[in-house]
């Protein structure tokens, strides 16, 4: 089974309802190369957010995903979603070595990485350290994921 549709434990508090763009969903998107903002989010219904999160990632899926985001944002007040380079070489997408970004939050939080733990994770795994290493994103949910995936020293 794919985790293309999995929600972490750390999410809990706002993947109620989805009321958050959970963090498989957010992978998705950065591999599709669209900026899907929270009141696009919101102004889906949950049973669409849902399909959202079950919505599988090989690149044909992704690529039908791509155009119904398409069609269904740009009937809302916000727009049609906008655009980035889809994720290519991404520090999540690379398992030899976490990325420097995280080893510095978890510096910053006083924790030590496992060494051997980054190639052990999963792309999912990966995409959601990187992206709670983000500046602006809250880091309480660091080590809660880094608890959750067993990678504390």
């Given at each position: 089974?794919?985790?293309?549709?999995?929600?972490?434990?750390?999410?809990?508090?706002?993947?109620?309802?989805?009321?958050?763009?959970?963090?498989?969903?957010?992978?998705?998107?950065?591999?599709?190369?669209?900026?899907?903002?929270?009141?696009?989010?919101?102004?889906?219904?949950?049973?669409?957010?849902?399909?959202?999160?079950?919505?599988?990632?090989?690149?044909?899926?992704l690529a039908a995903l791509d155009h119904w985001l398409e069609r269904r944002?740009?009937?809302?007040?916000?727009?049609?979603?906008?655009?980035?380079?889809?994720?290519?070489?991404?520090?999540?997408?690379?398992?030899?070595?976490?990325?420097?970004?995280?080893?510095?939050?978890?510096?910053?939080?006083?924790?030590?990485?496992?060494?051997?733990?980054w190639g052990e994770l999963d792309e999912l795994q990966r995409f959601a350290?990187?992206?709670?290493?983000?500046?602006?994103?809250?880091?309480?949910?660091?080590?809660?994921?880094?608890?959750?995936?067993?990678?504390?020293?």
């Amino acid at each position: 089974m794919g985790r293309h549709d999995h929600c972490f434990g750390f999410e809990a508090d706002f993947v109620d309802h989805l009321r958050c763009i959970p963090m498989a969903v957010r992978r998705k998107l950065d591999l599709m190369g669209v900026k899907l903002k929270l009141v696009h989010w919101s102004d889906l219904d949950e049973g669409e957010r849902q399909r959202l999160l079950d919505w599988p990632d090989d690149p044909e899926a992704l690529a039908a995903l791509d155009h119904w985001l398409e069609r269904r944002t740009a009937a809302m007040a916000a727009g049609v979603a906008g655009r980035l380079q889809p994720a290519c070489g991404a520090p999540w997408q690379q398992d030899q070595a976490p990325p420097e970004v995280l080893l510095a939050s978890c510096r910053q939080l006083g924790l030590t990485l496992a060494p051997h733990a980054w190639g052990e994770l999963d792309e999912l795994q990966r995409f959601a350290l990187v992206k709670l290493c983000h500046p602006g994103h809250e880091h309480r949910n660091l080590p809660r994921a880094l608890a959750e995936f067993g990678l504390l020293a």
